[in-house]
Structure formats: C-alpha cells, structure tokens
C-alpha cells in the first residue's frame, strides 16, 4: 500500500466549476500536512498547508481528518490557470532523524480546467 | 530574495558515469533535503541534511551521496549512473530547524537523462 494514495484524474471541469480532491494516507505518524502545486516539467510549489481546523486560502480549501487519516482539497470558481498536478504530502519525523524529516508524495491528482 | 538554486539545469550522462548536482538554499535556511521525481510520479526522498549534518536517508542504493557545505548549499552525488536514474532531481530548502512543521520550498530541479 502506497504511504500516500490519490486519485491520479485526470480531472477535466470547466471554468467556474467546483472541484475537490481527496488523499489518504497511512502512516499515523503523520505529523503535518501539505498541498503542493505542480505545473508540467516545473517544481512542486507549495499551496497551502492543512490543519485539523481546516483552512481557507481565497478559492482554496483544505481539510484534514486525523481519525480517518484523510485530506482534501477545494478548488471553487475553477480557472484556466489553476490546471495543473496538486500533490498531497505529509511529513514525518522519525525517532532516526532527530531534526530532520521528510515529505512522502502522493503521485498527483492533475486537473484541467477548459473554456 | 532569491530562492533554491539548483545547478545545472540539464545534464545528459551515459550508464556507468557519475554526477554531482548543486543547490543553494534560501537565505537563512539551514535544511536541505533531495527528492528524486520520475515521470508520473510524485517526488520521493533521498537525503536531509541540517548544520552539515545527514539528517535522514531515502530508500536509495549506496551510489547516491550528498553533503552540505558550511554556507549550507549541497551536492547529491550519483555514481555508476543507471538509465533509471532518468529524472527530475530537485532541492529542497526548509526553515531554521528541520522541523516537520516548516515549510519546504523547492528549486527549479535538474533535469537528468542516462543513456
């Protein structure tokens, strides 16, 4: 079993559509929670984090379920510009790493957004 | 500022060859961590390094090395090069501790081929 699994999509919506995407993850020693934006033959760049609380970033919202050990992402009023890969990412820390840690990635959700 | 600068941005080796990538964190930031990407999936850990120190390991053979340097840039090291050693190598640099609840932001990648 993959440490992160999403659906891989692809996610083809049109513009002003709403659009969510979910992530597992199994390991419970998960300790923080990120999305990461990727555009084709780029860097992943960081969208936002997530929180038990969830958090709102504009269009953009993030959920986090520590039971169920799930994550979501909200997209609303979709634009061309937001097509891209969105990889959901934990971090863990391991007893072998003190001060350090790493991001484990899901293999990507990749959304197309047309006109 | 400047971001995480990685060097160089393509290379082209052939099998049995080795490689040495750069990186230069942000300013301020002591962490590096590098992640190897294939295509299609999403980036995988290799290395952490925080104050010069190895912080944590990926599953990878014995042919990948890294260190970082006193003014805390890096190089991964890849000996006997492999043709799926073929990826995208990125860097990534994190906030004043490696903690799992900082930030990692990522450089532009270099982009690896073995023939």
């Known amino acids: 079993r993959k440490e992160v699994e999403q659906d891989p999509g692809p996610f083809n919506v049109p513009e002003g559509a709403t659009v969510a995407f979910n992530c597992t993850y199994s390991?419970?020693?998960?300790?923080?929670f990120f999305w990461y934006r990727q555009d084709c033959r780029k860097e992943p760049k960081l969208l936002m984090s997530v929180y038990s609380s969830g958090n709102e970033d504009g269009r953009f919202t993030a959920q986090l379920n520590r039971a169920s050990q799930y994550i979501s992402l909200l997209i609303r009023d979709s634009k061309l510009s937001d097509s891209a890969t969105y990889l959901c990412v934990v971090a863990l820390r391991t007893p072998s790493m003190e001060y350090g840690n790493k991001l484990v990635f899901g293999a990507g959700t990749i959304l197309r957004v047309k006109s | 500022d400047a971001g995480v600068t990685q060097s160089p941005t393509h290379l082209i080796k052939t099998r049995g060859q080795h490689v040495t990538l750069r990186c230069s964190p942000i300013?301020?930031?002591?962490?590096v961590s590098w992640y190897q990407q294939v295509l299609g999936q999403g980036p995988q850990f290799i290395f952490q390094?925080?104050?010069?120190?190895?912080?944590g390991r990926g599953n990878f053979p014995d042919r990948f090395s890294a260190r970082q340097f006193p003014n805390y840039s890096s190089e991964l090291n890849v000996n006997a090069l492999l043709l799926g050693d073929s990826a995208l190598y990125l860097c990534a640099s994190s906030g004043l501790q490696g903690s799992p609840y900082n930030e990692q932001f990522f450089g532009p990648g270099t982009r690896l081929t073995v023939l």
């Open positions: 390094y925080y104050e010069k120190e190895e912080r």
């Open positions: 390991n419970s020693a998960s300790q923080s």
């Open positions: 300013s301020g930031h002591k962490s």
